[in-house]
């Protein structure tokens, strides 16, 4: 199973929400993350958990909190949200260490925010 | 640092026409390359990757890389595209520095097949 879930696949919010993102993989990848992406632009950075810690957090405003609640899920709490944050927030997944090999990251289908 | 350039941000191309898509990089150590597609409104999909070992990588979907160390480049090619293969694509490179394997992306190159 090479597969990531992301749950909703659509989301519309107004700035006053609170709502969250879902992902899900089962490959025992010990690596997750948050991308969002902005339409015709390649992916940019959130959010990494590393064996369920969080690792690297790229300057992301605090009404973006992350959560890895164990190995296989990854939530993405939203709250007090601007319209600029209207964008596709992917999450991926990968192995973690040198001694997995590889270093390629596998991608959930995205969920489609817009805030109003 | 480690970056990628995309030479190209949009590459129309006629069905059953050859393509490449450029992808330099620069990097100090070694490095990790790929390439990933996105359809319309779908998340990324790998095509291919090369980690180490021969410079000729094979990918899904018909598509091939050559790994170039001197010129730095990692282009992306395929002898025969289809309608179905219209889509973004990422040349990826893997930051050796992390055990991560964080991704830094080009900015993508728009392919359009058109009949």
């Known amino acids: 199973d090479t597969e990531v879930t992301q749950t909703p696949k659509h989301l519309v919010m107004g700035m006053t929400n609170k709502k969250s993102l879902k992902c899900e993989q089962h490959?025992?990848?010990?690596?997750m993350y948050w991308y969002k992406q902005k339409a015709k632009k390649p992916p940019e950075l959130m959010f990494v958990?590393?064996?369920?810690?969080?690792?690297i957090n790229e300057s992301v405003p605090s009404r973006f909190s992350p959560e890895c609640p164990n190995s296989s899920l990854l939530n993405l709490h939203l709250h007090a949200l601007q319209p600029e944050d209207s964008a596709l927030y992917l999450c991926?997944?990968?192995?973690?260490?040198?001694?997995?090999?590889?270093?390629?990251?596998?991608f959930g289908p995205g969920t489609r925010l817009t805030v109003t | 640092a480690q970056s990628v350039t995309q030479l190209d941000s949009q590459v129309p191309v006629f069905e059953e026409a050859p393509v490449e898509l450029r992808c330099n990089y620069s990097?100090?150590?070694?490095?990790?390359l790929f390439w990933y597609v996105q359809y319309p409104n779908q998340g990324l999909q790998l095509l291919l990757k090369y980690l180490s070992g021969s410079t000729l990588v094979k990918g899904i979907n018909g598509f091939e890389a050559e790994f170039n160390k001197s010129q730095t480049s990692f282009h992306l090619r395929k002898p025969s595209v289809h309608i179905s293969d219209t889509a973004e694509y990422f040349c990826?490179?893997?930051?050796?520095?992390?055990?991560?394997?964080?991704?830094?992306f080009g900015k993508g190159t728009k392919l359009s097949v058109k009949p």
């Open positions: 490959m025992g990848h010990r690596a």
């Open positions: 990097s100090s150590v070694s490095v990790y």
């Open positions: 991926a997944s990968s192995p973690v260490g040198r001694t997995a090999g590889t270093y390629e990251q596998y």
């Open positions: 958990y590393s064996y369920e810690k969080l690792s």
């Open positions: 990826a490179v893997s930051d050796d520095g992390g055990s991560q394997g964080n991704l830094i």
